[in-house]
């Protein structure tokens, strides 16, 4: 937070304005068309966002953040390979 | 829920308080933590409270908190030349072919546990990580946090401050999510369950050095926060992570079941860490006041601000990385409304820097989801919706 704080104040990157609205509330449709982006969808996202970062890699360092993402992939493998009960009940009459 | 526990707690806090209230300073019924600098004064504090086990405590990059206990005999040996361990069973660090790592323990963090452990008085400190060689290793959090802290001089600041407000769920065991209560934000005794075990942990957290502002049920069943008073990065992290071993180690203690694990139950809030940033120019000038603007925000905060926001997406992972809270929260990256504080996006709160500089600390604020153990290189916050 304090690397890309810095990267920000390096830069004089514009802060957009408030969005007054509550977005909780906003379809996803509404977001785009008012340019506002979301965070990663899911953790595979994350990871690959992550591991395109520049600042993340001069923040981190190779060391920890490939190792951090390589945990991260083998959490997120675990979990998409998992057959929960929610989707048995859903499915098992397909 | 029966009420048993009310008893055990107050048994186990007349316990906690007799016991510290030898070996910290109290005043005004408040435990105040120690406050020793250098490796003499911990020696001497070590011999003069016969304590039998210090512990030393670094995070790995996974943010989980790693220990092991020393004896008084070998501390001063630590100071010297650190205590080698295994760096590559510790999740993250070295690989196989060149494990040896050193522990040097960090006189300034010395504190007392304010309970026993088996028949042990015991200090804790955290240790900074070192290679064989001497050099503080890239693998560890608390370095790489100091790394960035080092770049705030170039750009003309002082210090960076934190304030946490971290939450989590008491549960009745570790077994199954049943809640002790299903009581809610700011709810009262007797539909407050937690009362009890927090004040206990409040007084603990006080106990060894970290100042509490206040603490409250939140929004779902079951679910509490404490906030921490703001301290400077450094020290903030190592308090966020006795802040979260005390509170599940207080309710372990008393029978329950305390966590940090971001989305327990169906139907209910999540937990967040509403997390209150700001950096100084020096002592009393906060970088991030303007009392002309009309949410009080200076330009160096708006620009650190959109640095954050820009680099949201990239952050999210180390930050939050758990399979529930990512794609959980539906934040977003556009600065939103400063007052509200529904279910939302990442904003700045202009509500929260309307003091003084001199007096508040306080101008930004961010929100997004707690991993299971937060990094303590990079606190970052959300707020899960329902």
């Given at each position: 937070?304090?690397?890309?704080?810095?990267?920000?104040?390096?830069?004089?990157?514009?802060?957009?304005?408030?969005?007054?609205?509550?977005?909780?509330?906003?379809?996803?449709?509404?977001?785009?068309?008012?340019?506002?982006?979301?965070l990663?969808?899911?953790?595979?996202?994350a990871?690959?966002?992550?591991?395109?970062?520049?600042?993340?890699?001069?923040?981190?360092?190779?060391?920890?953040?490939?190792?951090?993402?390589?945990?991260?992939?083998?959490?997120?493998?675990?979990?998409?390979?998992?057959?929960?009960?929610?989707e048995?009940?859903?499915?098992?009459?397909? | 829920?029966?009420?048993?526990?009310?008893?055990?707690?107050?048994?186990?806090?007349?316990?906690?308080?007799?016991?510290?209230?030898?070996?910290?300073?109290?005043?005004?019924?408040?435990?105040?933590?120690?406050?020793?600098?250098?490796k003499?004064?911990?020696?001497?504090?070590?011999?003069?409270?016969?304590?039998?086990?210090?512990?030393?405590?670094?995070?790995?990059?996974?943010?989980?908190?790693?220990?092991?206990?020393?004896?008084?005999?070998?501390?001063?040996?630590?100071?010297?030349?650190?205590m080698?361990?295994?760096?590559?069973?510790?999740?993250?660090?070295q690989?196989?072919?060149?494990?040896?790592?050193?522990a040097?323990?960090?006189?300034?963090?010395?504190?007392?546990?304010?309970?026993?452990?088996?028949?042990?008085?015991?200090i804790?400190?955290?240790?900074?990580?070192?290679?064989?060689?001497?050099?503080?290793?890239?693998?560890?959090?608390?370095?790489?946090?100091?790394?960035?802290?080092?770049?705030?001089?170039?750009?003309?600041?002082?210090?960076?401050?934190?304030?946490?407000e971290?939450?989590?769920?008491?549960?009745?065991?570790?077994?199954?999510?049943?809640?002790?209560?299903?009581?809610?934000?700011?709810?009262?005794?007797?539909?407050?369950v937690?009362?009890?075990?927090?004040?206990?942990?409040?007084?603990?957290?006080?106990?060894?050095?970290?100042?509490?502002?206040?603490?409250?049920?939140?929004?779902?069943?079951?679910?509490?926060?404490?906030d921490?008073?703001?301290?400077?990065?450094?020290?903030?992290?190592?308090?966020?992570?006795?802040?979260?071993?005390?509170?599940?180690?207080?309710?372990?203690?008393?029978?329950?079941?305390?966590?940090?694990?971001?989305?327990?139950?169906?139907?209910?809030?999540?937990?967040?860490?509403?997390?209150?940033?700001?950096i100084?120019?020096?002592?009393?000038?906060?970088?991030?006041?303007?009392?002309?603007?009309?949410?009080?925000?200076?330009?160096?905060?708006?620009?650190?601000?959109?640095?954050?926001?820009?680099?949201?997406?990239?952050?999210?992972?180390?930050?939050?990385g758990?399979?529930?809270?990512?794609?959980?929260?539906?934040?977003?990256?556009?600065?939103?409304?400063?007052?509200?504080?529904?279910?939302?996006?990442?904003?700045?709160?202009?509500?929260?820097?309307?003091?003084?500089?001199?007096?508040?600390?306080?101008?930004?604020?961010?929100?997004?989801?707690?991993?299971?153990?937060?990094?303590?290189w990079?606190?970052?916050?959300?707020?899960?919706p329902?």
């Amino acid at each position: 937070m304090l690397a890309a704080g810095l990267k920000g104040i390096e830069d004089e990157a514009p802060l957009a304005d408030p969005v007054t609205d509550d977005l909780y509330h906003y379809t996803p449709l509404q977001r785009e068309q008012q340019g506002i982006e979301s965070l990663p969808h899911d953790l595979y996202d994350a990871v690959t966002t992550a591991a395109g970062s520049e600042l993340m890699r001069a923040t981190l360092g190779n060391h920890v953040l490939d190792k951090l993402l390589e945990t991260k992939l083998e959490e997120y493998d675990g979990y998409r390979l998992h057959v929960s009960n929610r989707e048995f009940e859903e499915s098992i009459n397909l | 829920m029966s009420n048993d526990f009310i008893q055990r707690v107050r048994e186990f806090s007349n316990a906690m308080t007799a016991y510290t209230a030898e070996h910290v300073p109290i005043e005004n019924g408040v435990p105040q933590g120690l406050n020793l600098t250098s490796k003499k004064e911990v020696l001497e504090y070590i011999k003069e409270h016969e304590i039998t086990s210090i512990r030393l405590w670094f995070t790995d990059i996974l943010g989980f908190v790693k220990k092991f206990e020393v004896t008084p005999a070998e501390i001063e040996g630590a100071f010297d030349e650190g205590m080698g361990f295994d760096g590559s069973s510790v999740e993250g660090y070295q690989r196989i072919h060149e494990s040896d790592m050193i522990a040097f323990p960090i006189a300034e963090t010395a504190q007392f546990i304010p309970f026993q452990v088996g028949p042990a008085r015991c200090i804790r400190m955290f240790a900074e990580i070192r290679s064989p060689d001497g050099t503080p290793y890239v693998g560890d959090p608390r370095v790489i946090l100091k790394q960035q802290l080092a770049r705030l001089p170039e750009h003309g600041f002082s210090h960076m401050n934190i304030g946490p407000e971290a939450e989590f769920f008491y549960f009745a065991s570790d077994t199954a999510p049943d809640v002790l209560d299903h009581a809610g934000y700011f709810d009262m005794v007797p539909v407050d369950v937690g009362d009890d075990f927090r004040e206990a942990t409040r007084f603990a957290l006080q106990a060894m050095g970290i100042d509490v502002e206040y603490m409250h049920h939140e929004v779902a069943w079951s679910q509490h926060e404490i906030d921490l008073k703001y301290k400077d990065a450094l020290r903030m992290a190592d308090n966020l992570q006795t802040y979260k071993w005390l509170v599940k180690e207080i309710a372990r203690r008393n029978g329950i079941h305390a966590t940090f694990m971001p989305k327990p139950l169906s139907g209910q809030n999540g937990s967040g860490m509403h997390t209150h940033l700001s950096i100084f120019k020096d002592a009393k000038s906060n970088a991030f006041y303007d009392r002309k603007d009309p949410h009080h925000l200076s330009q160096t905060a708006r620009h650190f601000l959109a640095g954050v926001l820009a680099h949201e997406r990239c952050a999210w992972s180390p930050t939050s990385g758990t399979t529930r809270t990512s794609g959980w929260c539906p934040v977003t990256r556009r600065p939103c409304t400063s007052r509200g504080r529904s279910a939302t996006a990442p904003r700045w709160c202009a509500s929260r820097c309307t003091s003084p500089a001199t007096r508040s600390p306080r101008a930004s604020s961010c929100v997004s989801p707690m991993p299971p153990a937060i990094p303590t290189w990079l606190s970052q916050s959300c707020w899960p919706p329902a």
